[in-house]
């Protein structure tokens, strides 16, 4: 397909803005014009993969301090301030990340065909699954799967109450209201940025493709495990999460004498209070997870799927100690692949983590597992997929005009 100009919108947390920097930078390298509308933050690193940079409507959201908006209220504005940008870049495509609503309903009153990216695993639950988030197992027996149906009917008067204040927010906008739950993602084309095989079973709706893990990074130096004999395990801490530095206090204190060779990266937040390094560890502040991981055999994190799926492309298994958002879910998903070790919160502690680096490191199946993930990512590049998969989107709208006409959008 010849260049389209494509606006592209992301959340600027790094596990949003990151994989839709992947996924900008390689259809810009296929010949299209694409304009990437995130926090100003990551600027330099949206011009430097071939992209035009757009500034996203930074806003002081609920709860925080201040005069702050409620989320559809700033998405309401944000959508109002999106549509000269989308005027003067008359793009092919919309594809807005799924925290990202303002671009995406801006490129629905436009009549402009949207797609939604989901930068870890899919977030609707089947029924008989756990909600999503909650960090809970799928269950295996039918008792199991009857306890999460009693659950079904409180969650979904949750989902219905989101779908009518995303619908009021439609209703200012003069978008119709949509009759389903989890109305923020979009039917034209949902792209799921994770690994098949971190997603339970079941039947997939057509508008979604799983197209593997959208990986991306800053440039950084590879840095080297301390030398000697034993495993390298990497402690690699959430950007967003664990202000205290909890985790890399209790690898510190708790892995010190194990037979391993221990690589800490603070990833900009050491521990407020001095923390000895024990003799076979090493502590930088920051480094590439894609030139460090790999030669690594275990990575201990917080559970950011940027952060877990980089590892298992990398082949090593993982121990999750999840700290907030959507951690508790990656975390549970890695156990039930059989790729990593689940840490619960309370328990990261010196000894609680000493405990799951042991049984991970003594688990053999977890690093075979983890390694077959790594040479599935070899023979599936994420990006390249959902880049094929945006072209098809325009390729399918270009077919049928009819597929939405902005005047009957506008009249709704």
Known sequence: MSGQPLLLGAFGDPGHAFPMLALGERLAARGHDVTLQTWARWREHVEAGGMRFAAAPEYDVFPTSGRPLKPYQAAVRGARETEPLLAQLSPRAVVADILTLAPAMAGEMAGIPVATVVPHVFPAARPGQPPYSMGARLPRTGMGRALWRRLERPVAGGLRRGREELNETRRRLGLPPLAHVHNGISRDLCLVGTFPQLEYPGTWPGWARVVGPLLWEPPAEGVDPPPGEGPAVLVAPSTSQDPDARLVRAALEGLGDLPIRLLVTTNGRPPAEPVRVPANARVVDWLSYSRTMPKCDLVVC??????????????????????????????????????????????????????????ALARR???????????????????????????????????????????QVSSA
């Open 365 to 407: 199946d977890l690093r075979t597992r983890a390694r077959g993930l790594e040479l599935w990512a070899k023979e599936h590049d994420g990006a390249a997929r959902a880049a094929e998969e945006v072209e098809r989107l325009i390729g399918e709208f270009a077919g049928d005009r009819s597929l939405r006409d902005p005047r």
């Open 302 to 359: 917080h559970g950011g799927h940027g952060t877990m799926a980089r590892a298992l492309a990398t082949g090593c298994a993982v121990v999750v100690c999840p700290a907030g958002g959507d951690m508790n879910e990656n975390a549970a998903r890695a156990d039930w692949a059989g790729v990593g070790v689940r840490l619960p919160r309370r328990y990261c502690t010196p000894r609680g983590l000493r405990l799951a680096v042991e049984r």
